[in-house]
C-alpha cells in the first residue's frame, strides 16, 4: 500500500484571471505542425527510481520520434529543477508543486500537438494522479510509463554516485532510501529495462501509441511477415488446394518472398491500386502516416486469367505447379505498362531488361492480402544465408550491436569496396558505438544476364571474409531476396528502405546505384551517378536511416593497395575498371596486389574462365 497523503488541492488563487480561447484549433495545428498530418499531441509521464533509465528512455523517444516527424520534446526532472523549478527542494510539499508545475507545461506542450515527455521520479500517486486530471480535463491524452527497474539494479547503476550518498547519509529525503516511492497502480506502460536495449524499451511504448491512435502505423518499425504461422500451416495448404489458381513466374515468386518475409512492410500483399498510385506518384504510401515505397510490388497477369479470377473472393498463387500463397479479396487494374515503367525508370525502353519483362507480363495486375504458404526456399545450397529482417534483428541482438550499417551490393567486392565499409566502421566507432556490425548483403533475386550469379558472388564474398579483409566477427553476411530493377534513384530508395526493416541505421550508397548503360547509343549511363546518393539524402520517409556518402577509391600504386583518390597526386592512382578486371580475369592474369584477396580473386577468375571454355 503508498502512504495516504492528503490529495493536492489545485487551487486558483488569482482572481479576475480568465481562461483564452486560442483561434487555432488542434486539427488545424496537427496539420502543419510536423511531417505526419494529424493531431498527436500528448503527454507522456515517465515515473521511476533514480536511475531506472527514465530520461535515456524518454531521450531515445524523442529523438525516434523527431526522425520520422512527429514534434516532440523532452522535459528532464535535472534541466526543469535548473531552471523553471530552481527554487523547490526535495520535502513533499515542494515535490508536489514541482510535478504540478511540470504538468501544467506539459499540457501546454500537448495542447500545442507535441508529444510531451516528462521524466521525473514523481514519488507519490496523488501527484502523478494530478497531472493526469489536468489533461483529462481539457480532453488531451496522458500516458503513464512505470520505468520499473529495481531498486538493487538502480543502485548498482548509481550513474550519478547518490545512492552512495543516500546509504551515507550525506543526501537526505532521497527516494527509494529515505523516502516512499509508491508503485503506479495502473499504469499505461510497465517497463523493465534489465536486459533489454533502450529500443526494445522505446518500440514498446511506439506500439501502445500507435494502438491508441497518437501515431501512424508508418512510425512503428514493426516488421510485417505474411507467412503463415507453423501451427495454422497444414490447414491453410488443405484450403488452397481447394481454391481456383493462378500460375506465378520466378520473377513474381521472388516478390512474394520480398512480401511474405517483411521487407515491404507495412504491405500486406500486392498493391491494390491505390497502393499502386500512390507508389508511382508520391515515392510513399501515404495512408496511416508517410512510408517510402519506391517501387511497385505488383503481381500482374494475363486477360484470360483476369476473367477467370474476378468474381472470386480468393484464390491460389502456384509456382511450378505447387501453392505459395493465397490471394485474398482481389482487386484487378489495368496494367498501364508504358506508364508505369516512364514513372519507375524514366523510360520506355525494350532494351532495359527488366522494363521488356513488364512490356512481356500480363495487361492487369492484381492486389490483395496474401497469405504464404510457408518459407520460400530455393534449394540452391545458399538459403542458410536467406535470413528475414527478423532473423537479422535476433542475430544483430545476439551481436550486441548498437549500430548496423548496410551495404548493398550485387557485383563481387574489391578491396575498394571494403575499404569504404572499414572506414565507415572507424567513423561509427570514432563517433562512440561500441559495436557496430556491417550487413554485408547482397542482392538475391532477378539480375540482367551479364551479372555474376549470385552462387559466384556469395563464395567470393565468403572468401572476403576469410581472409579477414571484413572482419567476421563483426560482420553478417546475408542475401536479400528482392530482384534488381537497374531503376536508379527510384529504386536505390527501395534499397535503402528494406534494409531499415533488419534494424540497420546506417546506409553506404556508392557511385551510381541500381543503374546501368544506355540500351542505345552513344555510350553513357542511364542515370546521373551521384544522383543516387542525393535522393537518398532527401527522399521522405527514409531521415532516420543515416546515409554515408561514397568516396572515390582506386589502386594507389605508391601504396599498392586500394586507397581513397587524392586528386593533389592523382597521377600515383589507377582506377581499374569492371571490363579491365573482367579482362585479366578472363585471360589468367592477377590484378595488381591489394586489389582483391588473392581467394576471393580464384573465385572469381575461375568463373570468368569458365564462360570462356564454354
Given at each position: 500500500?503508498?502512504?495516504?497523503?492528503?490529495?493536492?488541492?489545485n487551487d486558483?488563487?488569482?482572481?479576475?484571471?480568465f481562461?483564452?480561447?486560442?483561434?487555432?484549433?488542434r486539427?488545424?495545428?496537427?496539420?502543419?505542425?510536423?511531417?505526419?498530418?494529424g493531431?498527436?499531441?500528448?503527454?507522456?509521464?515517465?515515473?521511476?527510481?533514480?536511475?531506472?533509465?527514465k530520461?535515456?528512455?524518454?531521450?531515445?523517444?524523442?529523438?525516434?520520434?523527431?526522425?520520422?516527424?512527429?514534434?516532440?520534446?523532452?522535459l528532464?526532472?535535472?534541466?526543469?529543477r535548473?531552471?523553471l523549478?530552481?527554487?523547490?527542494?526535495?520535502?513533499?510539499?515542494?515535490?508536489?508543486?514541482n510535478?504540478r508545475?511540470?504538468?501544467e507545461?506539459?499540457?501546454?506542450?500537448?495542447?500545442?500537438g507535441?508529444?510531451?515527455?516528462?521524466?521525473?521520479v514523481?514519488?507519490?500517486n496523488?501527484d502523478?494522479?494530478l497531472a493526469r486530471?489536468?489533461?483529462?480535463?481539457?480532453?488531451?491524452?496522458?500516458?503513464e510509463i512505470?520505468?520499473?527497474?529495481?531498486l538493487?539494479?538502480?543502485?548498482?547503476?548509481?550513474v550519478?554516485?547518490?545512492?552512495?550518498?543516500?546509504?551515507?547519509?550525506i543526501?537526505?529525503?532521497?527516494?527509494?532510501?529515505?523516502?516512499?516511492?509508491?508503485?503506479p497502480?495502473?499504469?499505461e506502460?510497465t517497463?523493465?529495462?534489465?536486459?533489454?536495449?533502450?529500443?526494445?524499451c522505446?518500440?514498446q511504448?511506439?506500439e501502445?501509441?500507435?494502438?491508441?491512435?497518437?501515431?501512424p502505423?508508418?512510425?512503428?518499425?514493426?516488421?510485417?511477415?505474411?507467412?503463415v504461422?507453423?501451427?495454422?500451416?497444414?490447414?491453410a495448404?488443405?484450403?488452397a488446394?481447394d481454391?481456383?489458381?493462378?500460375?506465378i513466374t520466378k520473377l513474381?515468386?521472388?516478390?512474394?518472398?520480398?512480401l511474405?518475409?517483411?521487407?515491404?512492410?507495412?504491405l500486406?500483399?500486392?498493391?491494390?491500386e491505390?497502393?499502386?498510385?500512390?507508389?508511382?506518384h508520391?515515392?510513399?504510401?501515404?495512408?496511416?502516416g508517410?512510408?517510402?515505397?519506391?517501387?511497385p510490388?505488383?503481381?500482374p497477369?494475363?486477360t484470360?486469367?483476369?476473367?477467370?479470377?474476378?468474381?472470386?473472393k480468393?484464390?491460389?498463387?502456384?509456382?511450378?505447379?505447387?501453392?505459395?500463397?493465397?490471394?485474398r479479396?482481389?482487386?484487378?487494374y489495368?496494367?498501364r505498362?508504358e506508364?508505369?515503367?516512364?514513372?519507375q525508370?524514366?523510360m520506355?525502353?525494350?532494351?532495359h531488361?527488366?522494363?521488356?519483362?513488364?512490356?512481356?507480363?500480363g495487361?492487369?495486375?492484381?492486389?490483395?492480402?496474401?497469405?504464404v504458404?510457408?518459407?520460400?526456399?530455393?534449394?540452391?545450397?545458399?538459403?542458410?544465408?536467406?535470413l528475414?529482417?527478423?532473423?537479422?534483428r535476433?542475430?544483430?541482438?545476439?551481436?550486441?550491436?548498437?549500430?548496423?550499417?548496410?551495404?548493398?551490393?550485387?557485383?563481387?567486392?574489391?578491396n575498394?569496396h571494403a575499404?569504404?565499409?572499414n572506414d565507415?566502421?572507424?567513423?561509427l566507432v570514432?563517433?562512440?558505438?561500441?559495436?557496430p556490425?556491417?550487413?554485408?548483403?547482397p542482392?538475391?533475386?532477378w539480375?540482367k544476364?551479364d551479372?555474376?550469379p549470385?552462387?559466384v558472388?556469395?563464395?567470393?564474398?565468403?572468401a572476403?571474409?576469410?581472409?579477414?579483409?571484413?572482419d567476421?566477427e563483426?560482420?553478417?553476411?546475408?542475401i536479400?531476396?528482392s530482384?534488381m530493377?537497374?531503376?536508379?534513384p527510384?529504386e536505390?530508395?527501395?534499397h535503402?528502405?528494406?534494409?531499415m526493416?533488419?534494424?540497420?541505421?546506417?546506409?553506404?550508397?556508392?557511385r551510381?546505384?541500381?543503374?546501368?548503360p544506355?540500351?542505345?547509343?552513344p555510350?553513357?549511363?542511364?542515370?546521373?551517378?551521384?544522383?543516387?546518393?542525393?535522393?537518398?539524402?532527401?527522399?521522405?520517409?527514409?531521415?532516420?536511416?543515416?546515409?554515408?556518402?561514397?568516396?572515390?577509391?582506386?589502386?594507389?600504386?605508391k601504396?599498392?593497395?586500394m586507397a581513397?583518390?587524392d586528386?593533389?597526386?592523382?597521377?600515383?592512382?589507377?582506377f581499374?575498371?569492371?571490363?579491365r578486371?573482367?579482362?585479366?580475369?578472363?585471360s589468367?592474369?592477377?590484378?595488381?596486389?591489394?586489389?582483391?584477396?588473392?581467394?576471393?580473386?580464384t573465385v572469381?577468375a575461375?568463373y570468368?574462365?569458365?564462360?570462356?571454355?564454354?
Amino acid at each position: 500500500m503508498g502512504i495516504q497523503r492528503e490529495i493536492i488541492k489545485n487551487d486558483q488563487k488569482a482572481t479576475n484571471v480568465f481562461a483564452q480561447k486560442h483561434n487555432v484549433s488542434r486539427t488545424k495545428r496537427g496539420e502543419v505542425l510536423g511531417s505526419r498530418g494529424g493531431f498527436r499531441g500528448c503527454t507522456i509521464w515517465f515515473t521511476g527510481l533514480s536511475g531506472a533509465g527514465k530520461t535515456t528512455i524518454s531521450f531515445a523517444l524523442e529523438e525516434y520520434l523527431v526522425a520520422r516527424g512527429i514534434p516532440a520534446y523532452g522535459l528532464d526532472g535535472d534541466n526543469v529543477r535548473t531552471g523553471l523549478n530552481k527554487n523547490l527542494g526535495f520535502a513533499p510539499e515542494d515535490r508536489e508543486e514541482n510535478i504540478r508545475r511540470v504538468a501544467e507545461v506539459g499540457k501546454l506542450f500537448a495542447d500545442s500537438g507535441v508529444v510531451a515527455l516528462c521524466s521525473f521520479v514523481s514519488p507519490y500517486n496523488n501527484d502523478r494522479e494530478l497531472a493526469r486530471q489536468l489533461h483529462k480535463s481539457v480532453g488531451l491524452p496522458f500516458f503513464e510509463i512505470h520505468v520499473a527497474t529495481s531498486l538493487e539494479e538502480c543502485e548498482k547503476r548509481d550513474v550519478k554516485g547518490l545512492y552512495k550518498k543516500a546509504r551515507a547519509g550525506i543526501i537526505k529525503g532521497f527516494t527509494g532510501i529515505d523516502q516512499p516511492y509508491e508503485i503506479p497502480v495502473n499504469p499505461e506502460v510497465t517497463i523493465n529495462t534489465e536486459n533489454r536495449t533502450v529500443d526494445d524499451c522505446v518500440q514498446q511504448i511506439v506500439e501502445v501509441l500507435q494502438t491508441n491512435n497518437i501515431l501512424p502505423r508508418s512510425v512503428v518499425e514493426k516488421v510485417i511477415d505474411l507467412t503463415v504461422p507453423e501451427e495454422n500451416l497444414e490447414d491453410a495448404i488443405k484450403e488452397a488446394e481447394d481454391l481456383p489458381s493462378v500460375e506465378i513466374t520466378k520473377l513474381d515468386l521472388q516478390w512474394l518472398q520480398v512480401l511474405g518475409e517483411g521487407w515491404a512492410s507495412p504491405l500486406t500483399g500486392f498493391m491494390r491500386e491505390r497502393e499502386f498510385l500512390q507508389c508511382q506518384h508520391f515515392n510513399c504510401l501515404l495512408d496511416d502516416g508517410v512510408t517510402n515505397q519506391s517501387v511497385p510490388v505488383v503481381l500482374p497477369i494475363s486477360t484470360a486469367e483476369k476473367d477467370k479470377l474476378s468474381s472470386c473472393k480468393q484464390f491460389t498463387l502456384r509456382y511450378n505447379g505447387v501453392a505459395k500463397a493465397i490471394i485474398r479479396d482481389p482487386e484487378f487494374y489495368e496494367h498501364r505498362k508504358e506508364e508505369r515503367c516512364a514513372r519507375q525508370f524514366g523510360m520506355f525502353n525494350d532494351g532495359h531488361p527488366y522494363i521488356k519483362m513488364i512490356n512481356d507480363s500480363g495487361d492487369w495486375l492484381v492486389g490483395g492480402d496474401v497469405d504464404v504458404l510457408g518459407r520460400i526456399l530455393w534449394n540452391d545450397g545458399l538459403d542458410q544465408y536467406r535470413l528475414t529482417p527478423n532473423q537479422l534483428r535476433a542475430q544483430f541482438r545476439e551481436m550486441h550491436a548498437d549500430a548496423v550499417f548496410a551495404f548493398q551490393l550485387r557485383n563481387p567486392v574489391h578491396n575498394g569496396h571494403a575499404l569504404l565499409m572499414n572506414d565507415c566502421k572507424r567513423q561509427l566507432v570514432e563517433r562512440g558505438f561500441k559495436k557496430p556490425v556491417l550487413l554485408l548483403h547482397p542482392l538475391g533475386g532477378w539480375t540482367k544476364d551479364d551479372d555474376v550469379p549470385l552462387s559466384v558472388r556469395m563464395e567470393q564474398h565468403k572468401a572476403i571474409m576469410d581472409e579477414g579483409v571484413l572482419d567476421p566477427e563483426s560482420t553478417v553476411l546475408a542475401i536479400f531476396p528482392s530482384p534488381m530493377m537497374y531503376a536508379g534513384p527510384t529504386e536505390v530508395q527501395w534499397h535503402a528502405k528494406a534494409r531499415m526493416s533488419t534494424g540497420a541505421n546506417f546506409y553506404i550508397v556508392g557511385r551510381d546505384p541500381a543503374g546501368m548503360p544506355h540500351p542505345d547509343p552513344p555510350k553513357r549511363d542511364i542515370y546521373e551517378p551521384t544522383h543516387g546518393g542525393k535522393v537518398l539524402r532527401m527522399a521522405p520517409g527514409l531521415t532516420q536511416l543515416e546515409i554515408i556518402p561514397f568516396k572515390v577509391a582506386a589502386y594507389d600504386m605508391k601504396a599498392k593497395a586500394m586507397a581513397f583518390f587524392d586528386p593533389h597526386r592523382k597521377e600515383d592512382f589507377d582506377f581499374i575498371s569492371g571490363t579491365r578486371m573482367r579482362g585479366l580475369a578472363r585471360s589468367g592474369e592477377l590484378p595488381p596486389d591489394g586489389f582483391m584477396a588473392p581467394k576471393a580473386w580464384t573465385v572469381l577468375a575461375n568463373y570468368y574462365q569458365s564462360l570462356t571454355a564454354k
